[in-house]
């Protein structure tokens, strides 16, 4: 059995191969802090394989604007053999939850580590909808998620407030859910450790506990997931995100 300094540098070179970053030389204590837990500790908790790892980091850091790291997560996520249209799907799928001037700005950064290693722009479209078929397709995709809780959301907004609704269908799902490249249920993996890590927005979290639930993702998985978010989120936003699993799923 290796120890967690041992399963550290092997992980650690699996994902980035032989780099050493420029802070060791300035702070190796928090270097080697840094280093221990997140890829000799938390990266070995639960099932989750190291490509599902790689996604979940790229969405949290994206939703935190820490480019530097994603920037170094991209070239990891290519090095555990994810391909660059699952890279790009992943921080697309952000777009609904963070903004767009935020996912540009991964965009950016997950562009450059792609010309940087010689990968074709632009890839393959993964768009699944036309302009006539986005809404119809969302909302039978959030139907699919969520269930009959969808309708009553619809009928039970005020008429002032409908469009976001109508929004929602066509935007966020139609746009984004409908596409190729990711399955439905990492997608919604994916989106639980967006919301986790924005902070503020437990409301969703506890939604979207029911609908990875409803895609066919059980308790142990989510608790990985939002345990690998940890080192990039921190433990309050960890927490609040463990309460809403616990609160739809009660031990």
Do not use: W
């Not at 221990?36 to 099932?47: A, K, L, T």
């Amino acid at each position: 059995m290796m120890n967690r300094i041992e399963k550290s540098q092997e992980t650690y070179k699996q994902l980035f191969r032989d780099g050493v970053p420029a802070a060791y030389a300035t702070d190796p204590d928090f270097q080697d802090i840094l280093r221990r837990f997140i890829f000799g500790e938390v990266f070995h908790q639960g099932s989750l394989d190291d490509k599902m790892r790689e996604l979940i980091t790229l969405v949290v850091l994206t939703t935190n604007q820490t480019l530097p790291q994603l920037k170094a997560h991209v070239h990891a996520a290519l090095n555990v053999r994810l391909t660059p249209i699952e890279i790009k799907e992943a921080v697309y799928q952000c777009a609904p939850y963070v903004g767009f001037p935020k996912t540009l700005n991964a965009m950016t950064e997950v562009n450059d580590v792609f010309k940087a290693r010689n990968i074709a722009l632009p890839l393959e479209s993964q768009q699944q909808v036309e302009e006539e078929t986005r809404f119809d397709k969302g909302l039978a995709v959030q139907m699919d998620i969520f269930g009959d809780v969808i309708s009553k959301n619809r009928e039970n907004a005020p008429i002032n407030q409908k469009h976001i609704q109508d929004y929602l269908s066509a935007f966020c799902f139609g746009d984004f859910y409908t596409r190729g490249g990711l399955d439905l249920k990492t997608r919604e993996l994916l989106t639980l450790s967006i919301i986790s890590a924005l902070g503020g927005a437990e409301n969703q979290v506890k939604a979207h506990v029911q609908g990875n639930l409803n895609v066919g993702n059980d308790k142990e998985t989510m608790i990985t997931a939002i345990t690998h978010c940890l080192p990039y989120m921190g433990f309050p936003r960890t927490l609040n995100a463990l309460s809403c699993i616990n609160e739809i799923i009660p031990e």
